[in-house]
């Protein structure tokens, strides 16, 4: 094969390649102890349902605060979580929960928190 024709292939393929990891995950199903089914955003969700990013939390790790929600988690409030963590989240930032349940998202890591989902507020 002449060079130019292995170079242009060479270049397709490392396209096509680089190009493969950008694609948005498939958004995994929140799971619901009241049977409501749902998907968390692709933006959100890294994984799937048992080894993914994203879990419902209990309402225990929650505190809403005039400036948001405090959350506090430690090992086994969340699958990624290994030691104790503290996030907060301004109401204007947190997802519409489609459950009334709170979820949570961490990627990269356990430091992360990407997405926070929690039902509507009533005062």
């Not at 498939?26 to 969700?45: F, I, L, Q, R």
């Not at 990013?53 to 505190?63: P, Y």
Request: proline share 7%; net charge neutral; hydrophobic share 30%.
């Amino acid at each position: 094969m002449p060079k130019h024709r292995r170079c242009i292939s060479t270049g397709v393929m490392i396209a096509f390649f680089s190009g493969a990891g950008a694609l948005p995950a498939a958004a995994h199903e929140a799971h619901s102890p009241m049977g409501v089914k749902w998907k968390y955003d692709g933006y959100c969700c890294n994984g799937d349902s048992k080894s993914g990013d994203c879990q419902m939390i209990s309402t225990r790790n929650v505190k809403i605060t005039n400036q948001g929600y405090e959350i506090s988690l430690g090992p086994g409030d969340h699958r990624l979580i290994t030691r104790p963590h503290h996030f907060t989240m301004p109401q204007s930032e947190a997802r519409r929960s489609k459950d009334e349940e709170y979820h949570l998202c961490l990627y990269p890591t356990e430091d992360t928190l990407r997405c926070f989902y929690a039902p509507d507020m009533s005062y």
